[in-house]
T-cell receptor, first 116, second 111 residues
Framework: DAGITQSPRHKVTETGTPVTLRCHQT?????MYWYRQDPGHGLRLIHY???????DKGEVSDGYSVSRSKTEDFLLTLESATSSQTSVYFC???????????????FGDGTRLSIL | EDQVTQSPEALRLQEGESSSLNCSYT??????LFWYRQDPGKGPEFLFT???AGEEKEKERLKATLTKKESFLHITAPKPEDSATYLC????????????FGPGTSLSVIP
């Protein structure tokens, strides 16, 4: 199994509070991603990182920010949580592709976040 | 618009009853099609990567194939432990925000 640890695994919080989720990898992979998974929507990309301090927005980035100060850690922050951000959040990692081929992403086991 | 669809949405098989799951895609510049298995409460687990039409990959009872418009995941003589949701994902171009996941097929294998 890819060495990806997400913390916390479960969290319940109230609307308006800040929340930070952590993803830690031991694989030294260059790319890291944050997804959310909701019924009827599948996996949707929130933000990704292609190196330390290099990040970019994904499909559903509004209300989320990220930081990557070390290769192994990628943090996802909800500045002021809303009920619409109740979801399961997954972190993924991958290596750069070669030529015309891309490498697969490997996923952590997720954080189940409930915002009341 | 780049899109990935999967069918059926759910599939119920008797143990030993072989079948196929479908992943159809419309993207330009395919750079990889990925199959994942996801168990309840877990993250997606990588199964296969396919890069070009005609390519096939096998692992135990699973075989993935790729054409220019779709991929099939064939399950031969499934067992109850094959029950899971199977996700298909497509990567187009060189940008890493261009991985598109399908909605998945929920497979149940009944003893």
């Amino acid at each position: 199994d890819a060495g990806i640890t997400q913390s916390p695994r479960h969290k319940v919080t109230e609307t308006g509070t800040p929340v930070t989720l952590r993803c830690h990898q031991t694989e030294n992979h260059r790319y890291m991603y944050w997804y959310r998974q909701d019924p009827g929507h599948g996996l949707r990309l929130i933000h990704y990182s292609y190196g330390v301090k290099d990040t970019d927005k994904g499909e559903v980035s509004d209300g989320y920010s990220v930081s990557r100060s070390k290769t192994e850690d990628f943090l996802l922050t909800l500045e002021s949580a809303t009920s619409s951000q109740t979801s399961v959040y997954f972190c993924a990692i991958s290596e750069p592709g070669t030529g015309a081929s891309n490498q697969p992403q490997h996923f952590g086991d997720g954080t189940r976040l409930s915002i009341l | 618009e780049d899109q990935v669809t999967q069918s059926p949405e759910a599939l119920r098989l008797q143990e030993g009853e072989s079948s196929s799951l479908n992943c159809s895609y419309t993207v330009s510049g395919l750079r990889g099609l990925f199959w994942y298995r996801q168990d309840p409460g877990k993250g997606p687990e990588f199964l296969f990567t396919l890069y070009s039409a005609g390519e096939e990959k096998e692992k135990e009872r699973l075989k993935a194939t790729l054409t220019k418009k779709e991929s099939f995941l064939h399950i031969t003589a499934p067992k109850p432990e094959d029950s899971a949701t199977y996700l298909c994902a497509v990567q187009a171009g060189t940008s890493y925000d261009k991985v598109i996941f399908g909605p998945g097929t929920s497979l149940s294998v009944i003893p």
